[in-house]
């Protein structure tokens, strides 16, 4: 029940956000997310005795993200040029003892790595879909989160009622297939009622493919970071939202959906 309420309260907010405040109050809070969300997968790395680099993770990954947001010379690929140069760098600096130290550098710079490409790249999407502000952009992101959540929900609903059999028992042992459909069958719903309401330009075969794309993607990311805690033995990998957990818990869904949603709506839809 905390999950969904979660949802019903969050879903306004971000609404309102999105729809009616400056595009820089968005860049904001997803800056916010990418920093709590590199200290909770640092945390998760510490648990199975990885030193990562927490504070050049978190600044590479909100300047990864950022360049989503700005329109400058600065690109993504510059970023990650930087981020391949000064990770190494940091580990050479703090191994230059050597030793079994440098054994450990290894585990260092590859979750340093991990953190700005799952973390800062993959949130980077939804400032991206945002844009300058104009309206597609407002919707677009709007979308991703109003589909995303609600099938997350309605996933977690499903599953508990009337879950039988398991989705990946190795890996999230109370995920269920029936909660998988539940969450693909709200996904095309939820596409379907944003059609009618706040996206009315949004074509109709463009709402069922991306019920199902954003469907699926979420479920995805949430199996890819349930995976992770499972690896570092613990439930949840923070306790910042009510029934959801951590940043991570609450965002894993988002970073797979938002490249896909991103990408469609750059190749695909009809509205360009």
């Known amino acids: 029940m905390r999950r969904i309420l979660t949802a019903v309260v969050g879903l306004p907010l971000l609404f309102a956000v999105i729809k009616v405040l400056p595009p820089a109050v968005f860049l904001v809070l997803v800056g916010a ?31 990864v993200a950022c360049t989503f947001f700005f329109d400058s010379r ?3 690929t510059d970023i990650l040029c930087a981020a391949a140069l000064l990770v190494p760098l940091a580990s050479l600096v703090r191994g230059r003892r050597g030793g079994g130290q440098l054994t450990a550098e290894f585990g260092a710079i590859a979750c340093t790595y991990t953190a700005v490409m799952f973390i ?44 039988r059999h ?18 693909i069958a709200v996904a095309i719903a939820a596409a379907l009622v944003a059609k009618g309401w706040f996206f009315t330009r949004l074509g109709l075969g463009d709402a069922l493919a991306l019920g199902v794309l954003l469907g699926g993607a979420g479920m995805l990311g949430d199996l890819a970071e349930s995976m992770l ?9 923070g306790w910042l ?21 991103f990408y469609y709506h750059k190749y695909f839809m009809a509205q360009g």
């Open 33 to 63: 997310a990418v920093v709590l969300g590199c200290w909770e997968f640092f945390r998760l790395a510490e648990s199975l005795g990885h030193r990562p680099h927490k504070i050049l993770g978190a600044l590479l990954s909100v300047a």
């Open 229 to 237: 805690k499972r690896a570092a033995t613990v439930k949840d990998s």
């Open 166 to 183: 398991k989705l990946a028992p190795g890996i999230s042992p109370g995920k269920t297939v029936e909660g998988a459909l539940g969450a």
């Open 241 to 261: 939202f009510p029934g959801h957990g951590g940043m991570l818990d609450r965002a894993d869904s988002l970073m797979f959906a938002a490249p896909v949603l």
């Open 120 to 163: 800062g790249l993959l949130m980077g999407y939804c400032l991206g879909l945002l844009g300058d502000g104009r309206e597609m952009g407002r919707d677009l992101t709007v979308l991703l989160f109003w589909i995303v959540w609600l099938s997350d929900a309605a996933a977690f609903a499903v599953g508990s009622l009337l879950g």
């Open 74 to 76: 600065v690109e993504t």
